[in-house]
């Protein structure tokens, strides 16, 4: 959140403090905003009677200051502090999408229509935008292996990884892709059990084919996976706080 909001936050707060000290402490005291020591009476006071209040009106004051501190954390956390808390929550659903599907790791699994859609829109949405958080990472090892001033092993080694990193968004765009075309033909597909992968031909068979045959045929290599139908995921987008 712009510093200036916060600001402006602060001095909301000040103004309540105005008003708290004004019928906590009437007379002469001093001024919060300039004395720290008394600021921090005042405050923890304001938070005594905030409690009393609370259980006055039957309400849960550890969960109100719970959900406060995230808000705060949230207002303030930097751009740094909020790719980190991203990165964990993917992490985490990630987790947990994994422990959802584990009992279904056996016919008939996972063969609800719907529910087959919608997982693969969210994960075609969540990997089509990783491409950019690649390429910052690949920044990084880039820009740390350049300040380097004993370049080495360990430079020849950041500097390779930022170049993965970096061929690493094809890959990612490619299943993006791949998983969009997935969504776009699952509603058509039935649930019957599939049948077991046709037999690789032996000799015999290869011989009545025409020759020449390819190299991954006559090696039992499994054929290439098509070409992925264009994609266009969408990222997900979280509008400001009002």
Known sequence: MPDDTNAQSAEFAAKALDAFQ???QPGPAPDHRKDAEHAAGLVGDLLIDLMHYADRRGL???ETLLAARLFYADETATAQDTAVQHARALAGAVQRLNEATAPWESWPGLSDPQSV???LDELTAAI?????VLSQLSDYLRNKAGEDRQPGERAEAAYATAFHLQAARGSVADLAEVLDSARCLADGLTTAKPGPDPPHPGPVGLAARDFPAGLDELLGRADPDPPPAPGSPQGPHRGPRP
């Open 22 to 24: 004004e019928h906590a």
């Open 117 to 119: 859609h919608a997982v």
């Open 128 to 132: 089509g935008g990783l491409g950019p």
């Open 60 to 62: 849960d004051f550890d």
